[in-house]
C-alpha cells in the first residue's frame, strides 16, 4: 500500500501516518520529493486491509497495490484449475464447457426435449432454472423443488450433469442433493454468506459476475470460495451494466481475456443474458471462446415463443446444433477440445 | 404493452403475434400505417409480465408502458407514506429522518461515545453494523450477534431506535429481536427471498438502492415487500456506479426528486458510502434534503483514525454536531421538521 | 509518479525502468520491499506525462500522483476566480449566476418574449442556441448567424448578457462578435482544438463537462484554456451518462462539490439538460446551490410545447419567476447573492 | 412515434396532442384502453424528429419507433458497402482490413521502420498521428504537418494507404492532401459540423465510436457523413466507458455484432485503445474477427518504450507479425480474405 501525502504535507502530519501504521503492525517506508512525500506500506493482507487512512490530515490518496485476493491468482497458482462434474465432464486447460437448457424450468416434457436435444448436439450440461430471480414479483418464480426433480430426471435420461442456481443459501442443501453444479447468479455474486456458504459444500461452483462488478470484486468474490475450502470454481461472464441499451447488458469479452491472465480458474460466457437476443448469441459464443473462454453458457427452449422467461433470447434446438455446428472448427482450430471424456 | 413490428412485417407475422397474445389472456388492438404497424396489448400486470414476444418474426420491439410495480406507486397511493419506528421516531410527509452511527459495531465504549453524541447533536435513529459485507474476505466481518448486543445497549441507554442490516436472511430473526428497522444492503437489493421473508415481517424495513439499479428496479424491489404485506419501507439512495472514480460512487439526487414523484415511501440518502470521503458528507446531506429527501444517514464515528472501516468518509462528533446545526436551517426553510415527537 | 513493479521482478527489469526515467530526465527513487519494488519519479509535468512506463517488462501498474492540470488548480490559486461578464453580471466567490433562455433561437418575437420574462423574473444572463448540435441530421440545427442577431437583439433590449455555444471552431470569432460568454458544449468537451482557439480569445467562457468526462478531464480541459492565457471560465456540471434512463443524463452534484473544492473556477449546474424533465428542474436547481454551485442554467421558452427544441424540459416564463422565487431564499441562507451590480 | 398518455388522461389532454400533431403536419391514429392511451404518429423523418411533446400534460412517454437515420440503415441497403482505398486497399464484404502503426508519427526513421514492418507482415494500411488529441495539455501534440508527410513518405514507400486523424475541422482539407482516409477521433464522433464537412469530401471516412456514444448515435452520427454525399464510410468500435477501469475502456463486441445486423457499413476494432494493454491486443483482435468486425486497427511502434504516446499498448513488429499469422487461419476459416487486390 502508498500512502500518497498532499504538496507539502507537514512533518507532523507524515509523522501521524507513520504511527498509526506501526501501531497497527505494518512497516512505512519514507521517499519523499521536494513537494510531496509518499509512504509505502508493508505488512500482511489481512492488517493492510484493515488500515483505513484516506482522509487523515494530509493525506492525498491511499493506493492499494496488495491485491484484495490471493488464493484465485495466477501469481499463487499458475497451472490452469481443471474442475471435473461428474464422470464425464470436465472444464478448464482446454476442456471446453457447453451448458445449455432453458432459463427456467416449466414441465416435464419441455425438459425432456430439451435434454435430448441438446445432448444430440453435443452439451456437456444441462442448464434449467427452478428458483428465479425475477426483478417484478409480478413475473414467474420457478416451480421450486419441483423444477429441480425435473431437471435431474431429465439430465439422468441423457447422462448429463446438472448446473442450476442456488437463489436462497437456505436452499444450498436441497439444490446440492439435485444438481452438480452450485450456480450463484450476477445479482448474488457479493452476497457474501452465500459464497461463505458455498466455500464449505463440496460441490462445483459456478459464480457469475455481478451486473457492475469490476474483476477484482469477481476475484475477491472468488476468493471468498476458495478461502472456504472448495477449489472447484468456475467463473462466468454474462454481461455488464452499461449506458448500452440495444443490447440487454455488455459483453466485456477482453474481461474475460483479463481474467484468464489474472487467474488459474476457468471462465465461461454467457451471451444469451448479457445481449438478451438471439440473433446475436451464437456470433456471441464464437467470439467468446477466441477470447479465451473456457465455454459456454446459452439459454435453450423447445418452444421459445412459448417461454415462461427470456424467451426472446433462448435459441431452438435447431439453432443451438446449428451453433454447436459452428463452435467445432473453432475449438479444433485453438487446439482444444469439447470437455467430456 | 406494445409490440412495435418491423417495417412491412408481413400479415402472418402479425396474425401470429395476435394469436399468441389471446392465448395468454390478454387483448390485442393493431394500429396500422403504411410501413409499421403497432399492437397495444391490453391484460392485467400478472400477463404482460409473463408475455415473451421480442425476438419473434417480424418484432422489432416491445416496449412495456405497465410498470412492473403497483402498491409502491403514487397513482395507487397518493398521499406520503409516514412510517413511525419506536415511541419517537417518524420519517415521510414532512418528518426528517437522521440516522448516525459507525459503519461497523466494534465495542462498547466506541458505542457508548457514539451514541451519547449523535443523540445530544439531534440525531433520530442510532445505526450500526453488525454483519459488514465486505469486498475482501481479508477485512473485519463484523461482531456479529456480540455487536447487535451492544448496538442495542447504547440505543436505548439514549431512547435512540436502531437500524441495522440483515445481511443473511438466515438471521433476519436474530436481526429483528434487537433492532428497529431491518437494512438491506445495496447489494442485496435484489436478494429477492430476503425481500419475499422481509415482506413478511412486522418490522420496519430500509431497503438500500443497488449500486447498478435503475430506478424501476428499485421501485420493484420495494414492490416485493409491500406484496408481502409489509407497508413499512423506507429507501434510501447511497449512490450508483458511474465511470467517475474520484467520489466512491454517484449520489443520484435526481433520482431521489424522482422517487418522490414516483413513490409514496419515504426516501432518505447516504452520503457517507454515495462520495466515500468525509469532506463531502455534509454537504450532500444539504444537498439532498433540498432534493427532496426524507431523510439522511450519515456514517459518525468517535476515532475515525481508528475505524474498522470506513474511516475515510466518517464524520466525529463534533463534525456531525456542526453537520446537523448546518441542515435545522434548511428543514426549517422548507416547512419540515426533525422526525421525532 | 510511481512504478509498481511486479512481485519479484528481476533487477534487469528494474535497472531497465530507472534507466528510462534517467534519459528522459526525470529522477528514480527505489523503495522495496521483499516482494515489490516501487520506483517513484520526480520530474516536471511534461516530463512526466509523456512517459510511457506501462507495458515494460515487469511493470504491474503506473500511477500518476502528479495531476495532469496545475493552473486550474486550489494549490495553484486558492481564492475563487471572479468572472464579469459586461458591465453587471458576475460570478464566482458568492455571487450567483442564473442565465435562462430558449434551447434555440427560433424568432424575434420569441427572444423578445423571453428576454423580458427571464429578465423580470431576475435572470443574470440570456442563453440562446443558434447553432445547435443535434444527434440526428434531421432535427433542426438552428438559425445560424440570424439567431445570433436576434439573440443579441433582446439581450440589449433588456440589458443582459449573452450566452451561446460555438459549435464549430470557425465561427468562434463570429459568435465573438454577438456574444459575451463563448459557451462550449458537453459535446466539444475534449475538442482540444476549439479548448485552444478559445484560450487565445479575450472573453469568458462557459465550458460544459462532457457526457462521460471524469472530473479529472473536465480540469484539464479547463487547463488547456487558462494555458492558452484566457482566465475567464466557467464550468458547468449538466449530467453525466449513466445506466439510469428515467433521467436523461444524471446531474453529478457531489461531482459539483469535489470541483469546487479542487478548483477556484466558478461551477454552474444545468438541470435542464441533465434531467430532461421539466419537473425535476426546478428542484435540482436548489438541490445544485445547496451542493456549492455559483448559479444555474436553466432552459426557458415562452411556448414551450411548439419549442424546436428541449420543449419537456423547457420552463414557462411563470415557471421561471417561481424558480427564481424559490432559489432567493436559500441563496439569502447561504449568505450569498444575485451575481448582478 | 408513439405517445403513451398518462393512466386516465383527460380527453382534453388527449385532444391537444392531437391537435398539436396535427398543426405539425403529422397523422395521429388513437387507440384507446380502459386506462391507458396510446396516440400512434405517423409523418416523415423530419416532422417526427421536430416534435417535442414529452412533458406535455397527460403524456407519460413518448416513444420514437422511427429511427432517427436512414441511409446507414441495412433497411435502407441490404448489401454491404465495400470501401476502396487507393488502387489495392478494399474493405468490407469480406474483405478485412488490417491498419497498423504508430500512436503518433515522430519521426523518418520511426516511420520508415514501421512501414516496412507492417507491409512485410500483411497490413493493408498504414496508421499514424499527426494530431493528437491529448487530455492532458502538458502532452505531446503530435508533430502536425512535417508528421502528414514522413506518415505519407513512409506509406509511399510501402505502397500502402494512410488513414489518419483529421483533429480540427480547419486541417480537413490539408490532411486529405496528404491521406488516404480521414479519420474523426471518439471525441468527435459528435462534433456535428467535421461530421458535415466530412460529408462533403471526396475521401473515405473512418469514424471511430465515441466513448460515451450508444450504437443508435453511432449510426446518427453516420448519417451526417451519408446525408452530405459521402458514402465511402468505416465505423470503428475502439471502447465504451464503463464502470471498469482494468482495460481502458471495455471494448463492445456485441456492439460490433449488433452494427453489422444493422448498417451496410464496414465496422472495425481497434483493441489497442480499448483495452490499453499490449498483452489483451491479440486475443481481442481475434475476437473481433469473430464477432463480425470487417478488420483491426493496431498500433505498432518499432520501440514502445520510447514512444510518445501509447507505449504500453503498441505491438513490436514482431509482436505484429505474430498477431498477423494468428488472424490468417481465422479468416480462412470464416470464409473471408484480406483486403488486398
Known amino acids: 500500500m502508498l500512502v500518497v501525502m498532499r504538496d507539502h504535507a507537514s512533518q507532523d502530519e ?3 501516518v507513520v504511527d498509526l501504521l506501526q501501531e497497527a503492525g505494518a512497516q512505512a517506508h519514507l ?6 512525500t ?4 508493508i505488512g500482511d493482507r489481512e492488517i493492510v486491509y484493515s488500515l483505513e487512512l484516506q482522509g487523515l490530515p494530509g493525506v492525498e490518496e491511499v493506493i492499494r497495490v496488495l491485491k484484495p485476493y490471493k488464493l484465485v491468482s495466477r501469481d499463487f497458482k499458475a497451472e490452469d484449475t481443471v474442475v471435473r462434474i461428474g464422470p464425464h465432464a470436465v472444464v478448464g486447460a482446454g476442456d471446453i464447457a457447453v451448458i445449455a437448457g432453458p432459463c427456467s424450468v416449466e414441465s416435464e416434457e419441455q425438459m425432456a426435449k430439451t435434454a435430448a436435444a441438446v445432448k444430440a448436439a453435443g452439451a456437456t450440461m444441462l442448464r434449467g432454472g427452478a428458483y428465479k430471480p425475477r426483478t417484478s414479483p409480478y413475473a ?3 416451480l421450486g423443488l419441483e423444477g429441480l426433480k425435473m431437471l435431474r430426471a431429465a439430465a439422468d435420461e ?3 450433469p446438472v448446473v442450476t442456481e442456488v437463489l436462497d443459501v437456505r436452499d444450498a442443501q436441497t439444490v446440492a442433493e439435485w444438481a452438480d453444479v452450485l450456480q450463484v447468479g450476477a445479482r448474488n455474486m457479493q452476497n457474501f454468506m452465500m459464497l461463505d456458504e458455498l466455500g ?3 460441490k462445483p461452483v459456478l459464480m457469475k459476475r455481478g451486473l457492475s462488478a ?5 476475484l475477491s468474490a472468488a476468493e471468498y470460495i476458495l478461502k472456504g475450502g472448495n477449489r472447484d470454481l468456475i467463473l462466468c461472464e454474462r454481461g455488464i451494466r452499461t449506458f448500452e441499451t440495444y443490447t440487454r447488458n455488455t459483453l466485456d469479452l477482453s474481461g474475460v481475456a483479463a481474467l484468464r491472465q489474472l487467474t488459474h480458474l476457468p471462465v465461461l ?3 444469451s443474458h448479457a445481449t438478451g437476443r438471439r440473433e446475436l448469441v451464437g456470433v456471441m459464443c464464437r467470439a467468446g471462446l477466441v477470447a479465451g473462454a473456457d465455454g459456454v453458457m446459452v439459454e435453450v427452449h423447445p418452444d421459445p415463443e412459448h417461454a415462461k422467461c427470456d424467451g426472446p433470447q433462448s435459441l431452438t434446438p435447431d439453432g443451438f446444433s446449428e451453433l454447436m455446428e459452428s463452435l467445432r472448427p473453432l475449438i479444433e482450430l485453438q487446439g482444444l477440445r469439447l470437455g467430456w471424456t
Chains 1, 2, 3, 4 share one sequence.
Open 140 to 142: 414467474f418464480q420457478g
Open 158 to 160: 441423457h447422462d448429463l
Open 14 to 16: 507524515i509523522q501521524h
Open 38 to 41: 509518499i509512504i509505502g506500506v
Open 200 to 202: 464449505k459444500m463440496g
Open 31 to 36: 521517499s519523499g520529493g521536494e513537494i510531496k
Open 214 to 218: 469490476t474483476i477484482e470484486e469477481v
Open 269 to 271: 460466457v454467457d451471451p
